[in-house]
């Protein structure tokens, strides 16, 4: 089944412990992304990676990290966490990083940081 | 990056219903995609609007790209207690680097039996 698999579905964590959120899809896509969903803000792009090695930032990338070794896996890494970063993240992947592409979401993490 | 605004953000109503949930912008979009998002799931692609004034039919919903495409609609027609979620349209924006994804606030929709 073609899907896209985000480990762990909840987390709560305390502030400054280091954590890794992964994300892996089955669908030989080239583009991924991650994304956080706050209420009343909608889904905002925090890093996307438009083939192997190859990464950018998007709206709101402070105090996040990620790295695209392989084309499947794209984790996104907390290296302090803050209280500010407690909020639902989807990772997401599409075809090709171009116009028109449906983009395939997670399940979702939910994090807490306290 | 271009904001995107989506009215209402809250709608409640009564099944059987038709009601309509906007998605505008000041810029020109090169296209647009409306995603539907469920309690404890991830949104999932409901149609990709490309040309102003294309109207595009998935069964009771009708999306509609603005003649000059800086606005689209989606119509639902008979709500149904199964169309409740969070409705959400998107555009990308290119830049030298690669693509983003901007997604607007979302519309909640309840639709009660």
């Known amino acids: 089944e073609a899907q896209v698999t985000q480990n762990p579905r909840y987390l709560i964590t305390v502030t400054g412990k280091k954590l890794t959120v992964t994300c892996s899809q089955n669908m030989n896509h080239e583009y991924m992304s991650w994304y956080r969903q706050d209420p009343g803000l909608g889904l905002r792009q925090i890093y996307y990676?438009?083939?192997?090695?190859?990464?950018d930032k998007g709206d709101v990338p402070e105090g996040y990290k990620v790295s695209r070794k392989e084309k499947r896996n794209f984790p996104l890494i907390l290296e302090s966490p803050s209280p500010n970063q407690t909020s639902l993240y989807f990772c997401a992947s599409s075809l090709t990083g171009y116009f028109h592409t449906e983009a395939f979401f997670g399940q979702g993490t939910r994090l807490t940081v306290v | 990056t271009q904001l995107l605004e989506q009215s209402p953000q809250f709608l409640s109503i009564q099944e059987g219903e038709n009601l309509t949930v906007y998605c505008n912008s000041s810029s020109v979009f090169s296209s647009l995609q409306w995603y539907r998002q469920e309690p404890g799931e991830g949104p999932v692609l409901l149609v990709t609007?490309?040309?102003?004034?294309e109207v595009k039919k998935l069964k009771r919903l009708t999306f509609q790209f603005g003649d000059a495409r800086k606005d689209s609609s989606l119509h639902i027609t008979a709500a149904q207690p199964g169309d409740t979620g969070l409705y959400l349209c998107?555009?990308?924006?290119?830049?030298?680097?690669?693509?983003?994804?901007?997604f607007g606030g979302g519309t909640r929709l309840m639709v009660k039996p």
């Open positions: 990676s438009m083939n192997v090695e190859v990464t």
């Open positions: 998107a555009q990308s924006t290119h830049n030298n680097a690669g693509n983003m994804l901007t």
């Open positions: 609007v490309v040309t102003g004034g």
